[in-house]
């Protein structure tokens, strides 16, 4: 299953943008309202929200200052959520985020809709900033 955001204009260089996202703890602050749980680990947070189980997302891969790409710690909820950020001028950059998952059909139909509100209410408090 494949998920995108919108892409948003930010009011951050990429360099920034991409410096904010490496730093876990960040997340917090553009995290959806229904957030019930946000925890910060090394390179990576567990969070939930309302409804839904604790989910930990940890650091995969990037490459400064234009990809950085997180992947569940779980084994039965299998994904990667990427963002991959394009500069505009030196003060700011766009964002666009992907989500990427092997789900069964049944699973697929349950939380697209979740999931697809999820990232874009990231990229809306990203472009926020």
Do not use: C, H, R
């Amino acid at each position: 299953m494949q998920l995108e955001s919108p892409t948003v204009n930010t009011n951050k260089s990429a360099n920034q943008l991409f410096d904010f996202l490496m730093d876990v703890k960040n997340f917090e602050s553009i995290m959806p309202e229904n957030t019930e749980t946000f925890e910060v680990l090394d390179q990576a947070f567990i969070f939930a929200l309302k409804g839904m189980p604790k989910i930990k997302l940890k650091l995969q891969e990037n490459e400064k200052p234009s990809k950085i790409v997180f992947t569940s710690a779980s084994e039965q909820f299998p994904f990667t959520l990427t963002g991959n950020i394009a500069p505009v001028t030196d003060t700011t950059a766009t964002i666009n985020l992907q989500f990427e998952g092997d789900f069964n059909a049944m699973m697929a139909m349950m939380i697209k809709g979740p999931l697809q509100k999820f990232i874009n209410t990231l990229a809306e408090n990203l472009s926020k900033l």
